[in-house]
């Protein structure tokens, strides 16, 4: 069965200081794997998209990861803002399914100051 | 404006109610989705239209009932609705249903009382 785990559950981090969130997935084959951020009570917004023969793509101070051999991808944030408080959701994009995506249940991230 | 629009963005209704969702998208996209999204789990895909048709129905209960007038505008209507259908729905857009990024709108919130 295709799905995204993503670790930790939720996070909680001082303003400045950097971050990981994981995400491992068992879709095979798959197209593309996205990060997308999620402010409270809003919709995903798109971080990065990356292709299955990409290693990394970077968005201003997010950093996405990818290793395609052990199916594990990392958002790295750099330098955390107040701002950055939200939900990171991983979304993987199936080979055989153009638009059926497979989500991950997102990391509630908590910048303080 | 700019983007995909949803309204309401809040709303409650009783369960004998009929409520409609509404979704506009300004981005000349052609298709058009449905997502539901419950407190820490993962978006759940509804409903799929394609140039106004539709193309996907992931066994969503028949209370929910989509309607695409035109590839711009989107519509759920709800009736007799439980409250476990309480959630925030996402409405989404994408140029076709190629490997293209999906643009979300903010979501409306659903209570079911």
């Known amino acids: 069965k295709n799905q995204v785990e993503q670790s930790p559950q939720s996070l909680i981090i001082l303003e400045g200081k950097n971050c990981t969130l994981q995400?491992?997935?068992?879709?095979?084959?798959?197209?593309?794997l996205r990060w997308y951020k999620q402010d409270t009570g809003r919709g995903p917004v798109s971080l990065t998209i990356?292709?299955?023969?990409?290693n990394t793509k970077s968005n201003g101070r997010y950093t996405a990861t990818l290793d395609a051999d052990t199916k594990q991808s990392s958002l790295h944030i750099t330098a955390s803002q107040l701002s950055d408080s939200a939900s990171y959701i991983c979304?993987?994009?199936?080979?055989?399914?153009?638009?059926?995506?497979?989500f991950g249940s997102g990391t509630r991230l908590l910048v303080r100051p | 404006e700019t983007g995909v629009t949803q309204t309401p963005r809040h709303l409650v209704m009783g369960m004998t109610n009929k409520k409609s969702l509404k979704c506009e998208q300004h981005?000349?996209?052609?298709?058009m989705y449905w997502y539901k999204q419950s407190a820490k789990k993962p978006l759940e895909l509804m409903f799929v239209?394609?140039?106004?048709?539709?193309?996907e129905n992931n066994s969503v209960p028949s209370r929910f009932s989509p309607e695409c007038p035109n590839s711009s505008h989107l519509f759920l209507h709800l009736h007799t609705l439980q409250p476990e259908d309480s959630a925030l729905y996402l409405c989404?857009?994408?140029?076709?249903?190629?490997?293209?990024?999906?643009?979300f709108g903010p979501g409306t919130r659903l209570t079911v009382l």
């Open positions: 979304v993987v994009n199936p080979m055989d399914s153009s638009y059926k995506l497979i």
């Open positions: 981005l000349g996209h052609n298709a």
């Open positions: 989404a857009s994408s140029p076709d249903l190629g490997y293209n990024e999906q643009f």
């Open positions: 995400c491992n997935y068992t879709v095979s084959p798959f197209s593309n």
């Open positions: 990356m292709t299955f023969s990409e």
């Open positions: 239209y394609n140039f106004k048709e539709q193309t």
